[in-house]
Every structure is written in C-alpha cells, then in structure tokens.
C-alpha cells in the first residue's frame, strides 16, 4: 500500500479513510438521522447494504463519488453539500461550529426531535427552555471543574 502526502501534510493512503471520509460520514449520518431513516431505508436507495451504510457512516470504508451522488439525492441535499465548510452550510448570522457539534449522536437526537415539531408555540417554549438551561449550566471548558 502507497502512502502520500498532501500539499496540507497529510498522509493519506489509496485504501484507508483519511479525516476528510470520517467528516462526511459523520455528516452523512446527521442527515439520514434529521430525515428519519434507517441505514437500511438509505441502503436500499443506494443499492447498497445496510452494513455498507454504517461502514460509510463509521467512515471505515470511503464513499465513490458516484455513490455519494445517489446517497445525497436520497437525503435531499447537493452533493456539494459535503464538501462545503461547516460555516457554509449554516446561516450567515450563525456563528460557526467548534468541530462540527452537531454531528454529536446526542445533539442529533435533540436537532432530529425538535425538527419533526409541527406547533410552532411548543417549538418555542422548547427553544426558550434549552437556551434557558444553557445559561444556567454552561459546558465547561476543557480542565474546569463546574461542581457547585
């Protein structure tokens, strides 16, 4: 097996996921998970197993253009999608993602259920809420005790 490395430093090899597979698989996972899917519902569009999804996902085995293609159509979105930067995909008065928290299997959950809430006043209340209890109990930075 080659190793090569990049204009950035990188080494990558021709047969194994470098960080770039392991993003979009991330990413791909939060959009089958918004939408609802299951690896198996994903798999079937894509003509591939539900095995092969969750290795996609895992970001174990790359994704061929041509299947990203059929996967992005499946999910509703470009597959320029997966290529753009975390800012780019978020509104322009959002502030930008530290590593992309979303793609945290909690935050999901959270983003998945609140999405799929048609009353707009109950959105809001949850909304109001969440902001609400991160005020009052904040993450703590790495090394700081937030005990009380």
């Not at 092969?52 to 499946?74: P, T, V």
């Not at 993602?97 to 609140?114: G, T």
Request: proline share 6%.
């Amino acid at each position: 097996m080659v190793a090569r490395r990049t204009l950035t430093g990188h080494t990558v090899s021709a047969k194994r996921p470098d960080p770039e597979d392991r993003r979009i698989g991330k990413l791909l996972r939060a959009l089958r998970l918004l939408r609802r899917m299951t690896q198996g519902e994903l798999g079937g569009y894509a003509g591939v197993s539900f095995q092969q999804i969750q290795k996609y996902e895992q970001g174990i085995n790359r994704i061929g253009a041509g299947r990203l293609k059929i996967l992005s159509a499946a999910l509703g979105v470009p597959a320029t999608h997966f290529f753009t930067e975390p800012a780019d995909r978020m509104s322009a008065n959002a502030d930008p993602p530290q590593d992309e928290p979303l793609l945290e299997k909690k935050n999901l959950r959270m983003l998945a259920a609140f999405y799929h809430i048609a009353e707009e006043p109950v959105r809001d209340a949850l909304l109001d809420l969440v902001e609400n209890a991160a005020r009052r109990f904040p993450k703590a930075e790495r090394g700081e005790d937030t005990r009380r």
